[in-house]
């Protein structure tokens, strides 16, 4: 089975950086997605890994080690918006890209 | 272009009665998942659609069905509704295999 595990909620100051870890525990493993959720709204796609390595998309990076079961989401530049949830999820083998499982998500709180 | 679009948006309904929740994807999308997301969870998996059938389901009892239309339109059915049901319902689109996985606001759903 799967286990992803995140923490629940951080703050950050506006202008700083943030990481928000997760890890998990899986038998397979196509890839690992990180989505952005704001109260009340739809969890929006912010990365996707595969290897090993860093992706970097503008003010959000994202990093992976396989053999770790580890990944992080960084946020460089926050602003007050990027107060959301932020969501991991792993992509299992046999479920190709449309089954995710989600771990519970890390709240996070920009403030001035 | 129109993202996912889901109705209703919020609907209230008593123990033992029956639910539809009715999606349509993105524009050009073709494969259409279902997901439940209880209060400060993380999405869980239900079901995903592909030319009109069930391709995948996750770890929801029979009580969850679900249909998809030839305009890849699709609904999500639940009966003898219990209080635990009570959840955000998120439909999400892709287009066959690749891409990015796009959410809708959801349908909160609320048994009392």
């Known amino acids: 089975g799967q286990n992803i595990d995140q923490p629940t909620e951080m703050t950050a100051t506006e202008g700083a950086i943030v990481q928000i870890n997760c890890t998990y525990q899986?038998?397979?493993?196509?890839?690992l997605f990180w989505y952005q959720q704001h109260a009340g709204e739809a969890p929006t796609f912010l990365s996707y890994?595969?290897?090993?390595g860093l992706e970097e998309k503008g003010r959000f990076s994202s990093f992976l080690s396989r053999s770790k079961g580890y990944s992080y989401l960084l946020l460089k530049e926050l602003q007050m918006k990027d107060s959301a949830s932020y969501l991991c999820?792993?992509?299992?083998?046999?479920?190709?890209?449309?089954?995710?499982?989600f771990g519970a998500g890390t709240r996070l709180a920009v403030h001035p | 272009d129109a993202g996912v679009t889901q109705s209703p948006t919020h609907l209230i309904k008593t123990r033992g009665q029956q639910v539809t929740l009715r999606c349509s994807p993105k524009s050009g999308h073709d494969t259409v998942s279902w997901y439940q997301q209880a209060l400060g969870q993380g999405p869980q998996f239900i079901f995903q659609?592909?030319?009109?059938?069930?391709?995948q389901r996750g770890n929801f009892p029979d009580r969850f069905s679900g249909h998809q239309f030839p305009n890849y339109s699709s609904e999500l059915n639940v009966n003898a509704l219990l209080l635990g049901d009570s959840a955000l319902y998120l439909c999400?689109?892709?287009?066959?295999?690749?891409?990015?996985?796009?959410f809708g606001e959801g349908s909160r759903l609320t048994v009392l």
């Open positions: 999820a792993v992509s299992p083998p046999s479920g190709g890209y449309n089954k995710l499982i």
């Open positions: 659609y592909y030319e009109e059938e069930e391709r």
């Open positions: 890994n595969v290897l090993d």
């Open positions: 999400a689109s892709r287009k066959g295999r690749s891409g990015e996985l796009f």
């Open positions: 899986t038998s397979g493993f196509n890839g």
